[in-house]
């Protein structure tokens, strides 16, 4: 896994932070919403709000997992090198990146563009790679419950011609709507890769 695709696979919420956040705006008890208190928590240095509004401990357990998998899976079942490197590293690999998620919130270092079309440089789970973007193409499937959601969102990278299914898990919490899972990004990884060797 390299830097960039670990960067792609993690920063698919900064795509939806804008897309998925903006087009719920006014519906102020709605998990999209959750997307504008991310931007919101960010904006303001507010780590507190950030980790109510997403599980990290839990979201990149699973951006890890499902990486790991996904390899597994297109190598007929076998880990590569750089994949069964990953999966021995993976406890330090998910502590430093969630210090990295820390760090950048609390010093201000994300920053998130407010416009539909995305193309920034944004650190640990926020991170679109360097000059790299997405855009946010619509909502596909929504279930809402009174205490779970499921979204899926479209997002086409840049230099795709393919756009991505990003399925978002939500939970109500006494604060809002928290994201604790997000799923489908292997094929996300693949159409980055694909959108560098163009």
């Given amino acids: 896994m390299n830097k960039k695709t670990v960067q792609i696979l993690l920063g698919v919420l900064v795509v939806l932070l804008i897309g998925g956040g903006a087009y719920f ?110 855009n946010f193409k619509g909502t596909k499937d929504r279930k809402i419950s009174e205490n779970q959601a499921e979204i899926t969102f479209v997002l086409q990278l840049d230099g795709a011609t393919e756009t991505n299914d990003v399925h978002v898990k939500f939970r109500k919490t006494p604060t809002g709507w928290q994201i604790y899972d997000v799923l489908n990004l292997g094929p996300l990884a693949d159409t980055y890769v694909k959108t560098q060797h163009q």
Avoid: H, W
């Fill in 25 to 134: 705006y006014f519906q102020s008890d709605t998990p999209e919403m959750t997307f504008i208190k991310i931007k919101r928590s960010i904006d303001n240095k507010d780590l507190q709000t950030f980790n109510e509004c997403v599980d990290v401990d839990q979201v990149v357990n699973s951006v890890i997992d499902q990486y790991i998998a996904y390899m597994t899976t297109k190598n007929n079942g076998e880990l590569d090198i750089a994949t069964g490197l990953i999966a021995f590293m993976r406890p330090s690999i998910i502590e430093m990146v969630k210090q990295e998620i820390r760090n950048s919130i609390e010093q201000g270092k994300i920053e998130i563009p407010t416009e539909m079309s995305i193309s920034a440089e944004v650190l640990g789970l926020m991170t679109i790679a360097n000059g790299d973007g997405a």
